[in-house]
């Protein structure tokens, strides 16, 4: 049995509340399955998107710490795009979607044989990446006016920068469940299986600036692991590598170990579940502000503090 299965989620430093929420939901199409706070500074939300239920590997999470965080930089020694998984057949669409709303974009490139790409950032700068091809057979979110077919399905891949890439290379080969899928000059891919949502994607960019942490950066990127016991195998897996790691942490909806890969990211083994219906109907997910037990007393204090949102949106319709 695989330790890790694939991505789980990408977790991003982000700056107005709203704009996450008009991007993510609006402009992309994805749910928000949870409204929740930083678990730990609990005057900042947590906004998770995904698809209808939070799968794992469809999940994009974000900590909007407000319009006035210090912009960060994209560079090596980061995780400097997030990929989403669109059918080959909405190319179109999406362009003129884009277009629609005056989102900037890269025009269409070709990678590999069998996946065309649009790069596009947020509303902060985050790098993004709109990848059609026909592989993916996950159903994407269905909001009410993107069409059903044209839906973003979920997370293709992640895109690291390294000065080189071999140290992380070997992590994720021999300890975390990765195989070589494809590989250019400038790229190598690696995945748990040949299957969007599965893929690492690492760059050897020595001739970059170094990256820096702030609005419009990711965060940490998520591996899922099936449970607990499966977590635990794989800490021991980090003990023998030499791998320092923090304690197992109880997210509410999964729980999570981290650490930080050879070239500086931080990495985090997500258990699959118990997932986001653990306290609301998965109808109504992403509803209501949800909090762990240890920060329901300070409730109607945090409802004075964190910022008012309108969700869901209408003007992206």
């Not at 695989?2 to 991007?23: C, M, P, R, S």
């Not at 690492?200 to 970059?208: F, N, R």
């Amino acid at each position: 049995m695989k330790l890790i299965t694939g991505l789980h989620h990408v977790t991003a430093i982000t700056g107005n509340a709203q704009e996450n929420i008009d991007f993510y939901t609006g402009v992309l199409g994805l749910r928000l399955v949870k409204k929740t706070v930083n678990f730990d500074y609990s005057e900042v939300y947590h906004f998770y998107f995904g698809d209808e239920y939070g799968t794992p590997g469809t999940i994009m999470t974000t900590f909007p710490y407000g319009k006035d965080l210090i912009n960060g930089r994209h560079g090596k020694g980061m995780l400097n795009t997030t990929a989403f998984s669109v059918s080959i057949e909405a190319l179109d669409y999406w362009i003129n979607r884009l277009e629609q709303f005056n989102i900037p974009f890269k025009q269409p490139q070709q990678r590999f044989s069998d996946e065309v790409f649009i790069y596009l950032e947020d509303f902060d700068g985050l790098g993004l990446e709109l990848v059609f091809n026909d592989k993916d057979e996950r159903k994407g979110y269905y909001n009410g006016y993107i069409p059903k077919d044209y839906a973003v399905k979920g997370i293709h891949h992640v895109e690291i920068w390294q000065d080189a890439y071999e140290r992380t290379a070997a992590l994720l080969t021999t300890q975390m469940d990765h195989k070589v899928i494809k590989e250019t000059p400038d790229r190598l891919r690696l995945g748990t299986d040949n299957l969007p949502g599965k893929y690492v994607d690492l760059l050897s960019t020595p001739g970059a600036l170094k990256g820096l942490a702030g609005r419009g950066t990711v965060h940490h990127v998520a591996f899922a692991t099936p449970d607990a016991e499966s977590q635990l195998e794989m800490v021991k897996r980090l003990n023998a590598y030499g791998l320092e790691h923090t304690e197992v942490k109880d997210r509410k909806y999964f729980t999570s170990v981290y650490f930080k890969e050879p070239g500086g990211v931080l990495f985090e083994i997500a258990t699959s579940g118990p997932g986001f219906d653990a306290d609301e109907e998965a109808a109504f997910l992403g509803e209501d502000l949800q909090l762990p037990q240890q920060f329901e007393k300070r409730r109607e204090r945090l409802i004075e503090v964190l910022p008012v949102i309108n969700y869901p949106t209408e003007k992206f319709r």
